[in-house]
């Protein structure tokens, strides 16, 4: 058998090895183990399609007939895969269970009918081929992969939407867990699944076979992306995002009783420091101030004031802002309140997010030591990690979104 090794063909083989490769390293790789091992399935799935197109494009079919209906169709396994990834990597509780089964339906009865076809004898495949392969199951294995690619690519993008406007609501530090990497796959597959739209209508409706399909090409490129960037996402262990119990949450706390607030306790803090409210209060003026009454009955329900104080001190008297990576539960545990109780306080009486409320902490706390002598001691950005930030690039983004100014240019105003 002779290959010619085209530039196509070159780039297939080595695209398939590499996912091979990079699927074996996801499956074994401690961090993110249950959703590794769904992407390192969905690589090997990918690149088993893959391998077809290598085929064609070497002539392999055309040397030796009996690779036809070989078992690398696994192709219904996409979408699944791919939303099961998302599921589980945003929630680090997530299990399979058997009533996730019916999912993978599908590709069972794929897998099985080319295991089968596999073990007849040749003349049996040609029959198949010819008579019911060709003009039926092909169309339904195009189709309905499509189908189902796009289904459930719909599914994952509506989940990552989801779990980006909880994610501020729980974490201080989300630089590393907002998946941005992983939207732009799914942009990807998007486009993806509108490529093999058009071949669909030009097989269906003009005939055209392999004429311009480049859905392989596409899926080589976001097998290669998956392989080199999969590897590098962030331990997300501390991720417990679960849409369903997220919206029950957030009804059962608008439906509480509203409550006038009671005065809040003015709390005692550090003799040296600046009081930290007054510091926020400076850098997001608008975001600081708590709603005193409830002008009526269908107002905005108001956070309890004893809530509030507590948070307050948690923040502002022991100071838990220096935390790099502080989440909602760590707060919870730390005051012994309730995490939906302080995400509806925070919401509600502080009209901010919990990323925004410490972030504007952390600022002020910048802003304070800049203005002491003893910032010479330290680098700007070594105040910014005492202060509580853990990157120098969350440090810039933040400081400017609370100040409207960079922090070197904040530094030299300061140094005037």
């Given at each position: 058998?002779?290959?010619?090794f085209?530039p196509l063909?070159?780039?297939?083989?080595?695209?398939?090895?590499?996912?091979?490769?990079?699927?074996?390293?996801?499956?074994?790789?401690?961090?993110?183990?249950?959703?590794?091992r769904?992407?390192?399935?969905?690589?090997?799935?990918?690149a088993?399609?893959?391998?077809?197109?290598f085929?064609?494009?070497?002539?392999?079919?055309?040397?030796?007939?009996?690779?036809?209906?070989?078992?690398?169709?696994?192709?219904?396994?996409?979408?699944?895969?791919?939303?099961?990834y998302?599921?589980?990597?945003?929630?680090?509780?997530?299990?399979?269970?058997?009533?996730?089964?019916?999912?993978?339906?599908?590709?069972?009865?794929?897998?099985?009918?080319?295991?089968?076809?596999?073990?007849?004898?040749?003349?049996?495949?040609?029959?198949?081929?010819?008579?019911?392969?060709?003009?039926?199951?092909?169309?339904?294995?195009?189709?309905?992969?499509?189908?189902?690619?796009?289904?459930?690519?719909?599914?994952?993008?509506?989940?990552?939407?989801?779990?980006?406007?909880?994610?501020?609501d729980?974490?201080?530090?989300?630089?590393?867990?907002?998946?941005?990497?992983?939207?732009?796959?799914?942009?990807?597959?998007?486009?993806?699944?509108?490529?093999?739209?058009?071949?669909?209508?030009?097989?269906?409706?003009?005939?055209?076979?392999?004429?311009?399909?480049?859905?392989?090409?596409?899926?080589?490129?976001?097998?290669?992306?998956?392989?080199?960037?999969g590897?590098?996402?962030?331990?997300m262990?501390?991720?417990?995002?679960?849409?369903?119990?997220?919206?029950?949450?957030?009804?059962?706390?608008?439906?509480?009783?509203?409550?006038?607030?009671?005065?809040?306790?003015?709390l005692?803090?550090?003799?040296?420091?600046?009081?930290?409210?007054?510091?926020?209060?400076?850098?997001?003026?608008?975001?600081?101030?708590?709603?005193?009454?409830a002008?009526?009955?269908?107002?905005?329900?108001?956070?309890?004031?004893?809530?509030?104080?507590?948070?307050?001190?948690a923040?502002?008297?022991?100071?838990?802002?220096?935390?790099?990576?502080?989440?909602?539960a760590?707060?919870?545990?730390?005051?012994?309140?309730?995490?939906?109780?302080?995400?509806?306080?925070?919401n509600?009486?502080?009209?901010q997010?919990?990323?925004?409320?410490?972030?504007?902490?952390?600022?002020?706390?910048?802003?304070?030591?800049l203005?002491?002598?003893?910032?010479?001691r330290?680098?700007?950005?070594?105040?910014?990690?005492?202060?509580?930030?853990?990157?120098?690039?969350?440090?810039n983004r933040?400081?400017?979104?609370?100040?409207?100014?960079a922090?070197?240019?904040?530094?030299?105003?300061?140094?005037?």
């Amino acid at each position: 058998m002779q290959i010619p090794f085209t530039p196509l063909v070159v780039v297939l083989l080595a695209v398939v090895a590499q996912a091979v490769f990079a699927a074996g390293l996801l499956w074994l790789a401690p961090a993110n183990r249950l959703p590794n091992r769904f992407l390192a399935l969905l690589m090997l799935a990918i690149a088993l399609w893959l391998l077809d197109g290598f085929f064609r494009e070497a002539n392999i079919y055309g040397q030796n007939a009996n690779w036809y209906f070989a078992p690398i169709y696994y192709s219904f396994a996409f979408g699944p895969l791919l939303y099961f990834y998302v599921r589980s990597l945003v929630n680090h509780d997530f299990r399979l269970q058997r009533r996730h089964v019916w999912h993978f339906g599908p590709v069972l009865l794929q897998a099985g009918l080319y295991w089968w076809l596999r073990l007849q004898p040749y003349s049996t495949r040609l029959w198949f081929w010819e008579t019911v392969h060709q003009p039926y199951t092909y169309r339904v294995e195009f189709i309905g992969t499509w189908v189902s690619l796009t289904v459930y690519l719909g599914l994952s993008l509506r989940l990552l939407q989801q779990y980006r406007r909880w994610l501020p609501d729980n974490f201080s530090e989300v630089s590393k867990l907002r998946l941005q990497w992983l939207r732009v796959l799914l942009v990807l597959v998007g486009v993806v699944s509108a490529q093999w739209l058009l071949e669909v209508v030009l097989r269906e409706f003009f005939g055209l076979y392999y004429a311009y399909d480049y859905s392989t090409e596409l899926l080589g490129v976001v097998v290669f992306l998956v392989g080199v960037v999969g590897l590098r996402q962030a331990d997300m262990r501390a991720v417990r995002f679960e849409p369903e119990l997220a919206e029950q949450e957030l009804a059962a706390l608008e439906l509480q009783p509203v409550s006038t607030p009671l005065a809040v306790p003015t709390l005692p803090l550090q003799p040296d420091a600046t009081p930290a409210a007054s510091l926020v209060a400076e850098a997001a003026p608008e975001t600081t101030a708590i709603q005193a009454t409830a002008t009526t009955a269908t107002a905005a329900p108001v956070a309890d004031a004893a809530v509030v104080a507590r948070i307050r001190q948690a923040l502002e008297q022991e100071r838990l802002y220096l935390n790099p990576t502080l989440t909602l539960a760590e707060l919870s545990a730390h005051t012994g309140l309730a995490a939906r109780l302080i995400s509806f306080t925070v919401n509600n009486g502080f009209g901010q997010s919990f990323n925004d409320l410490v972030n504007g902490y952390r600022v002020a706390e910048v802003k304070r030591r800049l203005a002491t002598p003893d910032a010479r001691r330290l680098t700007l950005l070594g105040i910014a990690f005492e202060s509580g930030f853990n990157s120098k690039t969350t440090f810039n983004r933040i400081f400017k979104q609370f100040t409207g100014t960079a922090p070197r240019d904040w530094n030299a105003g300061v140094a005037e």
